[in-house]
Each structure stands twice: as structure tokens, then as C-alpha cells.
């Protein structure tokens, strides 16, 4: 089967004329008969099965399964996906299917129709003949359609962050006193710092965010682990890191660093939460920067304040 996407942007006169998308950037609409929900469900599951321990296990998108007849109360999501098969046959998303793909003009299996009932929204459409057609088609597009919705979640993150303003004088700030830049969000204030070590701690008020910044000299007998562990203990000491993490390379901005990711207990307040630690190493010079964030919201969903920091880290320059 050969993979063809089509997208559709549709405008009429002006997208001044559709509201602003509704719900979280990070939901996931699933429109699917009673009849289909169970046989195509296993593959969205798998699909969208990104989790980070925050300590408890949290997804980056929350799935809701709604049924066709409700789709008129839930059109104005930012992310919708309608999910029909012809076999078992039913009258409800098989007609809502139906109607789009003669909407769209076409008759391809899976398509996007971007901004259809509201701004910034993604429509897809997903259909097959019974369920080993269906599972074809998620076979050829498993990594795309998770790729659309990270996609486009990332930029919906992007916009948020920058549209709250930035904090030009704290980052002037650390750029004449530490020699290193990135965009800093308008309520981040300083909380601690040591010029002399290359150290300082920013964070703003609940649910808590803090961001760290070391460096350290790049030796052969350097381990992130150690370096970040002292590091920790000294300037930070009640904060006790759990010797379990993971780490990943990644690329940011053209550049190879690592990334590491656990969770930490808060001394004070009693309470805990997710941290990640971006290593830069500046080859030229012979330094490392370590730049971590934290995050503290109890009993509450982390993972968008968590890449909300990551947001600005990917502005980092040395």
C-alpha cells in the first residue's frame, strides 16, 4: 500500500471567522462507533504511549473517546481524530466518514484537515474496511500520526510560553554575569547564586519551577553524576536526587547533548517531583554547563510544566 497524506487547510473569507480551538493542547479526541472502540483502541493506546515518571507515571496526551453523535459539543478541540470501519457496519461514525471524505474530496484512508471548525485545530481522518485494513494503515503511518500531534503540540507549548512576555533584566542579568543566554519567563525571579562557582538558581511561584545553572570544567576523570550530586548537596541541600535516572542524546539546535531525567524529594515541603538535567559540553573551552529543571505540584499533572521548561532551555547558547 502506497502512503499518501493530503492536507487541506480550509478558509472562508478569513480564518477571523473560526473561534479559537478549546480544551488542553495535550487532549486527544477519538471519535469511534460503539462497535469500532474496541477493536481499534488497543492501537491508539500503543500509539500514544509516551510516558515520564513524575514520580507517577504521566502520558504527554490524554486520549478521549467520544461517541459521533457527541462530536457537535466537542468540534472545537484543538485535536480530533474520527475513526470509522465499514465492517462491523454501524450508522453513526460510518456516515460521519462518509460525509467528510466527500467534504474533502477525497478517498484516501488516513488525511488531515487543519483549522476545519476551529483555529489551530487538527482533524484527522482514519478509515478502513474492517480492522486487518485498519491495521495496515496504522502499520504504514504508526510513527506519523504520532509525529503530527507532537508536532503540533510543541508549537501550541512554543506559543504559550512566549506569549506570557520574557524577563529581560534577569537574563541580561546572567548574560553579562555568566556569560551564557537563554530566554527566561517573565515570573522567574533569582533565588540563589554564586557568581565565583558559576552557579545560580531561578524558579516563580505554584506550582513551583525551578531552573539551575553549573559549570564545571570538562577533565577526563569528569562524571555528570558526581559533578551534579556535589553540586546539588552544596547549593541545594534540601534536595535529595533518587539515584535512579535515564538518560538520552538528543539533538538541540544542530548540537549533540545529553539529557537526563529522575526525581528528586523536597526536605521542606515534604514533597517530591520530576527533574531533567540538559548537558552542554563547549568542547573549545573545555566546560560543561548543566542547566536543570524541576518541577513541584503535588498530586497534580507535571509533564506540561516539565516541557514548558524545556521550552526555554532549547534557547541556550554559550
Keep these: 500500500m502506497s502512503k ?24 486527544i479526541l477519538i471519535v469511534a462507533s460503539e462497535q469500532d472502540r474496541p477493536l481499534i483502541e488497543p492501537y491508539f493506546e500503543e500509539i500514544f504511549n509516551i510516558k515520564i515518571n513524575t514520580p507517577q507515571e504521566e502520558r504527554i496526551f490524554n486520549l478521549i473517546w467520544i461517541k459521533p453523535w457527541d462530536i457537535k459539543k466537542f468540534k472545537k478541540y484543538y485535536n480530533i481524530i474520527l475513526v470509522s470501519l465499514a465492517f462491523p457496519i454501524d450508522s453513526t461514525a460510518d456516515v460521519l466518514t462518509k460525509k467528510n471524505l466527500i467534504a474533502s474530496s477525497t478517498n484516501e484512508k488516513i488525511f488531515i484537515r487543519e483549522d476545519l471548525y476551529s483555529k489551530n485545530q487538527t482533524f484527522m481522518s482514519i478509515n478502513g474496511h474492517d480492522i486487518i485494513d485498519f491495521k495496515s494503515v496504522i502499520d504504514i503511518n504508526f510513527e506519523w500520526i504520532y509525529g503530527v500531534f507532537m508536532e503540533k503540540y510543541n508549537n501550541h507549548m512554543i506559543d504559550y510560553i512566549y506569549s506570557k512576555g520574557l524577563n529581560n533584566e534577569l537574563m541580561n542579568y546572567i548574560n553579562d554575569e555568566y556569560n551564557v543566554s537563554f530566554d527566561i519567563q517573565k515570573d522567574y525571579i533569582m533565588l540563589n547564586k554564586d557568581q565565583k562557582n558559576n552557579f545560580f538558581w531561578i524558579g516563580r511561584g505554584y506550582p ?69 538535567v540538559y548537558e552542554f559540553k563547549n568542547i573549545k573551552k573545555n566546560e560543561i554547563y548543566l542547566l536543570s529543571g524541576y518541577v513541584n505540584y503535588p498530586g497534580n499533572r507535571k509533564i506540561n510544566l516539565l516541557n514548558g521548561i524545556e521550552v526555554l532551555f532549547e534557547s541556550f547558547k554559550f
Design 208 to 276: 513551583y519551577r525551578w531552573i539551575t545553572y553549573y559549570k564545571v570544567e570538562l577533565v577526563d576523570e569528569y562524571s555528570f553524576w558526581d559533578t551534579f550530586i556535589l553540586n546539588t548537596k552544596t547549593y541545594m541541600p534540601q534536595i535529595e536526587i533518587s539515584e535512579y535516572y535515564r538518560s538520552k542524546e538528543e539533538k538541540i539546535n544542530m548540537d549533540h547533548i545529553n539529557i537526563y531525567r529522575g526525581i528528586y524529594d523536597h526536605e521542606i515541603s515534604q514533597s517530591g517531583g520530576p527533574f531533567f
Design 4 to 27: 499518501t497524506i493530503i492536507f487541506l487547510t480550509f478558509f472562508i473569507f478569513s480564518c477571523d471567522f473560526k473561534p479559537q480551538s478549546e480544551g488542553g493542547i495535550d487532549d
